[in-house]
């Protein structure tokens, strides 16, 4: 493995996509400093965030020089630079194709459907609820595999980036 250099995570304890990214550092075993980043009071939209990340989003991940954001960015960058092993991104190419799917899936029908209900019920987000509960329904039912885990025989990145959201989706009024 390789070492990490100074790891400062930009997060917001309420966020899935930055608890996502946090508990990939932690399985990692890396040290990082974690600073909390004021959602409520727009801290996100002031410009010395923006000048992290322009879309005013958490999380956001410094590795030294570099300033990455997106969770599943981050999440295919750690796993690049930081898991030796390749247990999380597997390096064959079918294999490869399995975990994407999934990202890819976290990005849109996670976020449209487990996020988002999450969002208007504990935010008071005016989002079509009833169309949130219906796309993470189907979502749900496609993750019910006779496997373990998502994309493989182990858990990858497929696996933490679905997580943070489906452990809390109770919370936007889906049940597990």
Do not use: C
């Amino acid at each position: 493995m390789q070492t990490a250099q100074d790891l400062r995570l930009h997060a917001f304890a309420l966020s899935g996509h930055s608890h996502r990214v946090e508990l990939f550092l932690t399985l990692l075993g890396l040290d990082f400093e974690r600073l909390e980043v004021d959602l409520t009071h727009g801290q996100h939209k002031q410009p010395t965030f923006l000048a992290k990340n322009a879309l005013g989003q958490v999380p956001v991940l410094e590795d030294g020089t570099l300033t990455l954001a997106d969770s599943n960015a981050i999440l295919v960058y750690l796993a690049a630079r930081y898991d030796s092993q390749g247990s999380w991104q597997p390096r064959e190419p079918e294999a490869q194709g399995r975990v994407q799917r999934w990202l890819s899936l976290a990005a849109g029908q996670l976020a449209m459907g487990a996020a988002s209900a999450r969002l208007a019920r504990l935010f008071g987000a005016q989002l079509d609820l009833p169309r949130a509960h219906a796309i993470a329904g189907q979502l749900l039912s496609l993750m019910l595999t006779k496997s373990p885990f998502l994309a493989g025989k182990a858990p990858t990145l497929a696996d933490l980036s679905l997580y943070s959201y489906t452990a809390v989706a109770p919370e936007g009024g889906i049940s597990l």
